[in-house]
């Protein structure tokens, strides 16, 4: 089945440093492949997409590239600040018609 | 403004109780998700919703009963069955599709002592 893994954390960074959260996905067939983040007592928010191989997927400073060949969708953003505090999570949406999840990486940025 | 509601943010609840939790959405979208959340951990799907009166089980279905009445509602039965229902729950729709994204309402956190 589908299934996606996500580096651990905690994350702790200092503001304006440079971010990546890995991610790296087993699905057959081609998934979308997705961010997420989650708030504080919050639901989860759309951060970026990408549909096919090779698609880079961007919002709000963030990227990711959809790579086939290491089946890899990393996150990344080269400055982050303290508002970008959350957790993150990846997901894969397959044939299956639903959302594999990855299990979250808290990410903190101090100022 | 489009968007997914849920109510209410916080529920309490005495062991054995049934409790539903209210879950609508006005993007038009056909599919509808429930997802339970533990802290510390990802998503789990609990019931999905492709169109009107019909619905699958997902992971962890068990403890749960849904209905899907109406294209705009899909609530969430918790019932004494479910042996840990302290958790926050979520609720989701898409555009019917496998490549669609979801959108999530802001949950429902819900504890039962």
């Known amino acids: 089945g589908n299934s996606v893994t996500q580096m651990e954390g905690p994350v702790t960074l200092s503001e304006e440093a440079f971010l990546t959260i890995n991610c790296t996905y087993t699905?057959?067939?081609?998934?979308?492949l997705f961010w997420y983040v989650q708030y504080p007592g919050e639901g989860l928010q759309l951060l970026l997409k990408a549909t096919k191989a090779d698609d880079k997927g961007s919002n709000k400073g963030f990227e990711a590239t959809y790579r086939k060949e290491t089946t890899s969708f990393h996150l990344e953003k080269g400055s982050v600040q303290v508002s970008d505090s959350a957790v993150y999570f990846c997901a894969l949406s397959g044939s299956a018609r639903q959302l594999t999840f990855g299990s979250g990486t808290q990410l903190t940025v101090l100022p | 403004d489009g968007g997914i509601t849920q109510s209410p943010k916080y529920l309490f609840r005495k062991e054995g109780q049934n409790v539903t939790l209210s879950c609508e959405q006005n993007l038009n979208h056909d599919a509808m998700y429930w997802y339970r959340q533990d802290p510390g951990q990802g998503l789990r799907l609990i019931y999905y919703?492709?169109?009107?009166?019909?619905?699958q089980k997902g992971d962890i279905a068990e403890g749960y009963s849904v209905s899907r009445e109406k294209k705009e509602s899909f609530p969430l039965t918790v019932t004494s069955a479910q042996k840990n229902p302290t958790a926050f729950y979520l609720c989701?729709?898409?555009?019917?599709?496998?490549?669609?994204?979801?959108?999530f309402g802001p949950g429902t956190r819900l504890t039962v002592t």
């Open positions: 989701a729709s898409s555009i019917a599709g496998f490549s669609y994204e979801q959108y």
């Open positions: 699905a057959t067939g081609y998934p979308s």
């Open positions: 919703s492709q169109i009107v009166n019909d619905f």
